[in-house]
């Protein structure tokens, strides 16, 4: 349809609109990528376990795959991630008999690993997750308990950000995380950020993930997480945007394809969301779907085996929903 307009041409001069990708859905889905996007994330292969397998091997075809694309295209890339608790391989937590190892190796194998795959897109990666979900969801405690925690020390985030740093000193470098909107897991990251800001740690923004759903977070709940995050000084991207139909609690299986009630309801929240969002352009620069459009969405099968989400603005034949033309149409 030649008269379908442009996604991030909408938001030229706002913001990037990005999505995320793999070599799947680029090969599959070239022209239509390329039409509606301005940015990408690769959806899993710059991960520690898929580009950085076994400490004397790396593989980068993936990743280099996706950034070619960008750059055939004119596209940023956003680096997602360096230091996760998730698809992250036990060796680099391990000395040679499978004990734990010391917190000098680990931070030598983060180093190594930092200086191989960021120093491989030096310049070329604007935007990193140096750290991503380190933040516990649990009211009582404050930092995730991981391998990285454990071996390293509470400190791991800020060598973390100091070793990027030094592996590509053009790259802004983002903590990122989510259930960002709520109230207490915020206050945490806020506290984290605040408190490598003070340590003089390089860190340049917060990535709010924004997997939402029909009926939350309140629109209320997403402005004071913004203001409070920008409160920092740090720039903000939306690194993981998806809307589902399903609240995080909902395991219901038997949900037939969406009615025109539900097509409605994720238009109206899409079209409040990104209302909000541009209030705060001067702050946000890039906002991510996770996927391209509904047919690929990791919210497929997830939590509920079987189920099917539609938590994009294109559905599964790559045609623009009513979000889509919610989100366009503004003045
Ligand atoms: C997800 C991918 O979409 C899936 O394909 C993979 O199986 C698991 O990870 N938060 C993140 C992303 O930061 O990296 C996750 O991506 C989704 C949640």
């Keep these: 349809d030649t008269k379908t307009p442009s996604l991030y041409g909408a938001y030229r001069g706002i913001f990037n609109i990005g999505a995320a990708v793999g070599t799947r859905s680029i090969r599959r889905e070239r022209e239509f990528i390329a039409a509606h996007y301005n940015s990408l994330t690769a959806e899993n292969q710059m991960k520690f376990e898929e580009i950085h397998p076994e400490e004397q091997r790396y593989d980068f075809d993936a990743a280099d ?35 734990p190892a010391s917190r000098g190796l680990v931070l030598e194998r983060l180093e190594s ?92 923004g917060i990535g709010m993930q924004g997997h939402w759903n029909l009926h939350g977070p309140s629109i209320g709940e997403i402005r004071e997480a913004i203001e409070l995050y920008a409160s920092l000084g740090v720039r903000l991207h ?59 969405t990791w919210l497929d099968n997830f939590p509920v085996r079987g189920r099917l989400n539609w938590p994009l603005p294109f559905d599964r034949e790559l045609k623009p929903k009513p979000a889509f033309w919610r989100i366009v149409e503004h003045s």
């Design 65 to 99: 795959e996706i950034v070619k694309f960008a750059e055939q295209n004119g596209m940023a890339v956003r680096g997602h991630t360096l230091v996760w608790h998730n698809q992250t391989p036990d060796w680099v937590f391990e000395d040679e008999n499978g004990a």
């Design 113 to 204: 690993h930092a200086y191989a795959v960021m120093g491989r897109y030096r310049g070329r990666i604007h935007a990193w997750d140096v750290v991503n979900e380190a933040v516990e969801d649990k009211k009582e405690s404050y930092l995730r308990d991981t391998k990285w925690l454990s071996t390293v020390g509470e400190d791991y985030l800020e060598q973390a950000f100091r070793i990027a740093h030094k592996a590509d000193p053009s790259a802004s470098l983002f903590y990122n995380d989510y259930n960002e909107t709520d109230p207490v897991k915020r206050d945490k990251i806020y506290r984290l950020v605040r408190s490598l800001l003070d340590a003089g740690a390089p860190v340049h």
């Design 238 to 296: 939306i690194t993981e945007l998806d809307i589902s139909a399903f609240a995080f609690d909902d395991r219901r299986s038997d949900l037939p394809a969406p009615t025109e009630e539900m097509q409605n309801l994720l238009a109206q929240r899409y079209d409040d969301i990104f209302r909000l969002f541009r209030d705060y352009r001067s702050v946000i620069d890039s906002v991510t779907f996770w996927g391209a459009a509904d047919s690929h």
